[in-house]
């Protein structure tokens, strides 16, 4: 609000002054109700399993940043890598390492929108599709995916599940433990928004 | 005039709430936190060659490992007589090591011995004190190494010979080391290792307290495939390496060369040494085998790690 101090000095009608007040006060508020059509959760949890003949992967994390506008309906998620936690720490290892490369790419990101025209102000609950760019591992791809979101009391809560092909992510799996991971992972998705203030 | 200062007021009005409701909603977390993280696999494997890394175990991790070390390639016991040495075992070392927790390995092993002593067991503790960590706060990682260990061979009956044991304790050596290594970037480690070799029964001349500087690394090629590298300077006096000569045994630095391949829970290492010995109570203070003379070996690493913490 560095624009306000600098110029109202230099008005001298009073009217105008006013009026500027009024301005100012309505776009302030615009800007506020802005502000709250936007929702944010800072511990979404995400997960992804893979189901191979030798061996099922698991991994989970709960340090996943995600928000919902719900005007505009955009949906965004970001999630550390590193922070996906395995019961075998050497395939933690193995994950970071050879696979996702976590030094290189740290983050997986997803920027989409809701498809359909819900009102997430009032209480339900809401089948949705999210339409965006993922990107893992530093390749970006569209998705398209179904997923549940439940309002309640000023409270959203988020849900999906979808599946992504670690080949359209550039991840390459060696042929030796080819066995031991699927070409395909099914990725989960819970998150909890409350109003950004 | 006053009418464009409104109009600027107005504009500027306009973009601020704009700015909260634009869609780039990762704009809201901020910029990434500096990581903290600490840096992973400095080395694949708990050993470089013969020198300890500084990786430990993951909890509940039980890491089987098998070293062999064959006879001289070259000089007078190698060549096609003995296949290159392939003919002979120097050394042979089985190990169980375990996990305790994150930072804190304890192994036992046994070793056929290559040095003065044979048919050896060791019992090892290895301890992760500091990690390097992504945001380079801590740029180097610690780890401090120990081991005891025993022979188990027939006391000699020559009183003058350095396998006869009097007491049970001049069976016993020990090594205390720190290993202090850095990542560089995604594709080469490098590990210091001021180390200390104690030996309670030692020959004439020879030093029961020896300390030693190791330096190791790894380039790594691709994601499964890497050089290894690891030598030792140990800090003999001029009085002792000069008895030694007179008696025709000169002492050599340790070097190993080797190729390390990574495959899931397997690491493997091809790789070629001096010393004869796995162990650093032996490799440090007893290498006498010289690269220049062909007296180098082939040998392996096998590593094969079994998560039983859960």
């Known amino acids: 609000m560095k624009g306000t101090t600098l110029i109202i000095p230099a008005i001298s009608n009073y009217d105008q002054m006013k009026q500027l007040f009024s301005l100012a006060i309505t776009f302030l508020l615009l800007g506020r109700l802005a502000a709250q059509d936007v929702y944010s959760c800072r511990n979404a949890t995400l997960g992804f399993f893979s189901s191979a003949p030798l061996e099922d992967i698991e991994a989970k994390t709960s340090q996943g940043a995600s928000a919902i506008n719900i005007k505009t309906k955009a949906v965004y998620f970001k999630v550390p890598i590193n922070t996906f936690q395995f019961k075998k720490k050497l395939m933690q290892e193995h994950f970071n390492e050879n696979y996702l490369e976590s030094d290189k790419y740290p983050h997986a990101e997803f920027k989409g929108k809701i498809l359909e025209a819900v009102d997430l102000t009032q209480n339900g609950t809401y089948p949705v599709t999210v339409e965006g760019a993922l990107n893992i591992h530093g390749v970006t791809r569209n998705y398209r995916e179904k997923g549940t979101i439940t309002v309640q009391n000023g409270k959203i809560n988020a849900t999906a599940k979808f599946t992504v092909r670690v080949a359209d992510h550039k991840i390459k799996i060696p042929t030796l433990v080819v066995k031991n991971i699927a070409e395909v992972v099914e990725v989960s998705v819970n998150a909890d928004y409350q109003p950004v203030k | ?310």
């Open chain 2, 1 to 310: 005039m006053k009418h464009m200062q409104l109009r600027i007021l107005s504009a500027l009005l306009l973009i601020a709430p704009a700015a909260v409701a634009q869609d780039d909603l990762g704009a809201i977390f901020g910029k990434d936190s500096v990581r903290r993280d600490p840096v992973i696999a400095t080395f694949k494997s708990t050993r470089i060659i013969n020198a300890q890394s500084n990786e430990t175990l993951a909890r509940g991790d039980l890491d089987f490992r098998v070293a062999h070390r064959f006879g001289d390639m070259g000089g007078a016991d190698g060549g096609s007589a003995t296949f290159f040495g392939i003919d002979n075992s120097t050394d042979i070392r089985i190990a169980f090591e375990y996990g305790i927790t994150d930072r804190l390995t304890a192994g036992v092993s046994r070793a056929k011995g290559s040095g003065h002593f044979s048919q050896l067991y060791e019992v090892l503790g290895k301890f992760k004190l500091l990690q390097q960590t992504m945001d380079n706060r801590v740029p180097l990682a610690i780890t401090l190494f120990g081991n005891a260990v025993v022979t188990s061979m027939k006391s000699s009956p020559d009183k003058e010979a350095v396998s006869y044991f009097n007491k049970f304790s001049s069976r016993m050596s020990y090594t205390a080391q720190a290993v202090v290594a850095r990542k560089f970037g995604d594709r080469f480690s490098l590990a210091l290792l001021p180390s200390y070799v104690h030996r309670n029964r030692v020959g004439y001349m020879d030093m029961n307290n020896l300390f030693a500087l190791g330096v190791g690394g790894r380039l790594r090629f691709s994601k499964r495939v890497a050089l290894v590298v690891d030598y030792f300077v140990p800090f003999r006096d001029q009085a002792s390496k000069d008895y030694y000569k007179t008696l025709g045994i000169e002492y050599y630095n340790p070097l190993g060369i080797g190729v390390e391949i990574e495959t899931g829970g397997h690491v493997f290492h091809l790789n070629f040494t001096n010393s004869t010995a796995t162990l650093e109570n032996q490799f440090i203070p007893e290498t006498t085998t010289s690269w220049l003379q062909g007296q180098f070996r082939w040998g392996f690493n096998i590593s094969r790690r079994f998560s039983l913490g859960h």
